[in-house]
């Protein structure tokens, strides 16, 4: 064909199991991605610095095969139309994301777009789309459970689709420069991501190989210890599409030879939990700013600017509670059993609501999806669909000796305390004085006393809860 095509990345910044990128490939093609800067849910300043990596590596890639990816920032419906005005393109391709300001924009684009062109979208970034999964009763799942099984009931899923042979469009397109996009955070202080990730297609693979050889094993057992090496880090290659959820959910099925064991499904949940936050975000689109249990309207939330920077900086008081937030601010991420610590003294604790904690997640997290990020908030707050009870309130303490029994990850990102004998390093405010001395612990100065106590907080948070109940 004469005619050239348009392959609009998204989330989806890889060439292998690229479902519009093989559709094109009849074409030739012009790569283009589009910053929205229209979109409610810009990528927060981690985020960002992982985004501005993987379109190097998409670059890198797509010259590899002989195509440019042009890069355009503004509204993309204009952009789309001015290349195609001045290019004649005969036809746009894209893979589809979820969130409900994008599925509004995409229709309009389609409808526009569709008066004049062929416009193409397809499945990339989950296993099922949200709208193939129903219960007997035609409504949505809100419970994980039966959403998994009927996930499974599919039995299995599209076939991977190699890279194709591509053609680039030969045509001078006007692109505008990566750094001129001002994503890349000035002053620099990305070192410790720069340290931990390798964002891009080829990362992601690496990532996977190296968990299903190393980590796997013993994934049900070790997946709870925060020191281990146990989980699959694979959380921002699939948000940003570098993998596809298929590519990892058929690489663990070769690799059990299609039998997992307990290991396998227990990583294989975690990739369905994914599917199910994309799944209720779609049919429950105010799942990132509203509780979905509507009595926690109610809740007695306390604005507390103070205590809320002290959780983000790690000066809670509290060993596991402060390593998962400096681990977080230093790497831009967070071991998930620690999520759930931290995630729990800020909203059962300190009584500081789930949006705020969600925001601040969003922003400084390499993997910040609106979906999984809502979602998870909302199961640790009580207030979602299938939601730990809110009266579950995790001991901080408790959570350390038992998931950090030696203290390992606590004296990795909280080294004032780091010489503290074991019995003590998760409380050092029961340590007796000379056992602080001799560590060099100063509470109240080289290291905080907690900022509250754990009974009163929790007698406090249960006393919250019964109020808003009773609206």
């Keep these: 064909m004469n005619a050239p095509a348009i392959v609009w990345f998204r989330r989806d910044l890889r060439l292998s199991d690229n479902p519009a990128l093989t559709h094109?490939?009849?074409?030739?093609?012009?790569?283009?991605?589009?910053?929205?800067?229209?979109?409610?849910?810009?990528?927060?300043?981690?985020?960002?610095?992982?985004?501005?990596?993987?379109?190097?590596?998409l670059?890198?890639?797509?010259?590899?095969?002989?195509?440019?990816?042009?890069?355009?920032?503004?509204?993309?419906?204009?952009?789309?139309?001015?290349?195609?005005?001045?290019?004649?393109?005969?036809?746009?391709?894209?893979?589809?994301?979820?969130?409900?300001?994008?599925?509004?924009?995409?229709?309009?684009?389609?409808?526009?777009l569709s008066r004049s062109i062929k416009c193409h979208s397809f499945n990339a970034s989950l296993l099922a789309e949200p709208w193939t999964l129903k219960t007997r009763s035609d409504s949505p799942y809100q419970v994980f459970n039966p959403f998994f099984k009927a996930l499974q009931a599919l039995e299995s899923f599209s076939p991977l689709l190699p890279i194709p042979p591509l053609k680039g469009y030969k045509g001078s397109i006007l692109s505008d420069c990566l750094e001129d996009?001002?994503?890349?955070?000035?002053?620099?202080?990305?070192?410790?991501?720069?340290?931990?990730?390798?964002?891009?297609?080829?990362?992601?693979?690496?990532?996977?190989?190296?968990?299903?050889?190393?980590?796997?094993?013993?994934?049900?057992?070790?997946?709870?210890?925060?020191?281990?090496?146990?989980?699959?880090?694979?959380?921002?290659?699939?948000?940003?599409?570098?993998?596809?959820?298929?590519?990892?959910?058929?690489?663990?099925?070769?690799?059990?030879?299609?039998?997992?064991?307990?290991?396998?499904?227990?990583?294989?949940?975690?990739?369905?939990?994914?599917?199910?936050?994309?799944?209720?975000?779609?049919?429950?689109p105010e799942l990132p700013t509203k509780s979905l249990r509507r009595q926690f309207d109610q809740f007695p939330w306390i604005k507390d600017k103070e205590y809320l920077q002290k959780w983000q900086k790690g000066m809670t008081g509290y060993p596991i509670v402060d390593a998962g937030m400096r681990e977080l601010w230093k790497t831009g991420w967070m071991h998930n059993r620690v999520r759930m610590i931290t995630a729990s003294f800020l909203v059962k604790h300190l009584l500081?609501?789930?949006?705020?904690?969600?925001?601040?997640?969003?922003?400084?997290?390499?993997?910040?999806?609106?979906?999984?990020?809502?979602?998870?908030?909302?199961?640790?707050?009580g207030c979602g669909v299938d939601?730990?009870?809110?009266?579950?309130?995790?001991?901080?303490?408790?959570?350390?000796?038992?998931?950090?029994?030696?203290?390992?990850?606590?004296?990795?990102?909280?080294?004032?305390?780091?010489?503290?004998?074991?019995q003590y390093i998760h409380n050092p405010w029961e340590a007796p004085t000379g056992a602080l001395k001799s560590a060099g612990v100063e509470l109240g100065k080289s290291h905080p006393f907690p900022i509250v106590d754990h009974k009163k907080a929790r007698a406090r948070a249960l006393e919250a809860f019964a109020t808003a109940q009773s609206f």
Excluded: M
Excluded at 361 to 380: E, P, R, S
Excluded at 404 to 421: A, C, F, H, M, N
């Design 181 to 284: 996009w001002g994503i890349y955070p000035q002053p620099d202080w990305s070192q410790g991501l720069s340290q931990e990730w390798a964002p891009g297609e080829e990362g992601a693979h690496k990532n996977l190989t190296s968990f299903l050889s190393q980590a796997l094993p013993g994934y049900s057992v070790y997946r709870n210890f925060p020191d281990e090496r146990s989980t699959s880090k694979l959380s921002p290659y699939l948000h940003w599409g570098e993998i596809s959820p298929r590519q990892v959910w058929h690489s663990v099925l070769n690799t059990c030879l299609g039998e997992p064991s307990q290991n396998e499904w227990s990583f294989l949940k975690e990739i369905a939990w994914r599917e199910f936050a994309y799944y209720l975000l779609y049919h429950f």
């Design 387 to 422: 939601s730990a009870p809110y009266f579950r309130i995790f001991n901080p303490v408790l959570q350390g000796q038992k998931f950090d029994p030696q203290g390992k990850y606590v004296r990795k990102w909280v080294p004032e305390i780091q010489l503290l004998p074991d």
């Design 59 to 112: 670059q890198k890639s797509l010259k590899e095969k002989g195509l440019n990816l042009i890069l355009r920032r503004g509204n993309p419906l204009k952009i789309i139309q001015e290349i195609v005005a001045s290019h004649n393109v005969s036809t746009v391709f894209w893979n589809r994301c979820y969130e409900p300001y994008i599925i509004t924009r995409d229709q309009e684009i389609k409808e526009t």
């Design 352 to 381: 500081i609501s789930w949006q705020e904690g969600a925001a601040w997640f969003y922003d400084t997290l390499v993997d910040a999806d609106i979906a999984n990020n809502a979602l998870n908030w909302q199961w640790v707050a």
């Design 24 to 57: 094109a490939a009849d074409f030739s093609i012009i790569p283009l991605f589009i910053w929205d800067e229209n979109d409610p849910h810009t990528p927060g300043g981690a985020s960002q610095w992982w985004l501005y990596n993987s379109l190097i590596s």
